[in-house]
Structures are given as structure tokens and as C-alpha cells.
């Protein structure tokens, strides 16, 4: 089987385990059924995802010209404290951000390698948990708006980590953490414009199963445009991570825009 087509971040259905499927734009490819497979990857240029040109993409799939001024790569969408659109302040485009912004958001403490704090769409639960990897995750408040989301995720900064130790992620490197717990801690620490919106009940705790072979003992990431071409034999899928036998990973969502043939 040969496919050809721009990378974009996979398309992912709750199961057990999670089942991923990477989409282009004639077809698509259940990876689940290419475990314990030799793939082959190739490199064959750049296709901004937003305005489809064939040049070299800086971010997000994006060209420079489209990082800097695309309102879906505004600097709230990493910081949603900045957000402005419940004041009606434009950042790049207010239409865009309104639809974005003033919807319900989830504030969660995610279990990837530690209890992590996050901030996403309701929409977007629980794909969210599934990008990042998480053994386990817990909405904490559901709010209004991003900007209602983005102070609170400031608040429980000072108490759990934003990010995710990647490395650890694929190494299955994960504390025991009992995140009912951890709900009721976090819950006193929540700004006072935003305690009104908490649940009623205690919300129920979501675990993910991610396929898998083998655990890798060491993990080293492909950069495909430059390698140019890679082969190995796939043993593992998390988060948005294909997990080599050799310990090679790729993450898909960081070479979207990239325009590879996959031979499997």
C-alpha cells in the first residue's frame, strides 16, 4: 500500500485502545492495523495548511506568512488569559475569535506523566486528553469563555505543571496519582470569578488505553524534512506520537504541513 498526502494531526475514535486514523485528502489510513509493520516515510516538500502553498511551514502546519497573521494562530490560543473577545477587543480577527472564544471551556488535571492542568474546548473533550498522551483526566470547572479558562488554568499553575514531559510520556514514566484527590485540592485554588461554575457532583475520571507493542527504553524524535526518509517497524501509538521498534519517534502534529508518501 502507497498513500501520498500532506500530514495533519490524527484523527483519533475513544476505544479500547484508542483507534487513530491519519486522513488525507483522498483518502485515509487506519493506523491501528499497521502495528508490528515496517512503514516506510518520505519527505516530498511543504503545503501550508491554511493558505495551501507549497512553501516551507513554521508552525502549526503554518507558513510564516500565515502564523503571523491566521486568527487561528493568535497568541491566546497558547495563552488563553490574553483573550479579549468577551470585552469585544479584536486581536486578529474578532468574528473568528467570538466563535472560538465565547464558547464552554474545560479547566482539567490531566495524568500524563504528572497531574498537569489544562485548558480546551468542551467540544474537544476527550480528544484533547488523547493529544496529550493521558493515562487519565478530570474536568475540574466548565466556564463560559477562554478567557474564564485561562486564569484559572494561571491560578493552578503555581501548584501543577502545563506541560507534558513528552520523553517520560512515551517511556510510560507515570507517578500513581489519585486524581479525585487532586480535584478536591485544586478546587481551593480556583480564582473567585470562576468558583460559581463548579460542578455539582464530582465528575467522573476518564482513563485512555493507547496501542501498543513494546515500550521503547530510550525514544529519539524524527525531524522527516530533514532526514528526508525513514523505515521502521511501527510498535506503538500515543498521543499524537508514532513509536518506532528502534526507539525512532514521529509526532504528527508537529510536521503537519508536510508532504510525505507512506508505503506500508
Partial sequence: MQYEGVLTKMQTESGAPIQYYLVF????????????????LSFLGYQCLACSKRKKVWRQGLCWDCFTTSPAAGEWIIKPELCTAHLGIEDRDLEYEKRVQLQPHIVYLALCTEVKVGVTRKTQIPTRWIDQGACSAIPLVEVPNRYLAGISEIALKNFYTDKTNWKKMLLQQFHSTDLTEEYTKALRHLPDEVKSYCFDTLPEVMSFEFPSLACPSDVKTLYLDKAGSFSGTLVGIRGQY???????????RNAEGLMVRLSA
Fill in 25 to 40: 485528502e483522498n483518502s485515509f489510513l487506519h493506523m491501528n492495523q499497521l502495528m508490528g509493520k515496517p512503514l516506510e
Fill in 242 to 252: 508514532l513509536i518506532f521498534e528502534d526507539g525512532t519517534v514521529l509526532n504528527i
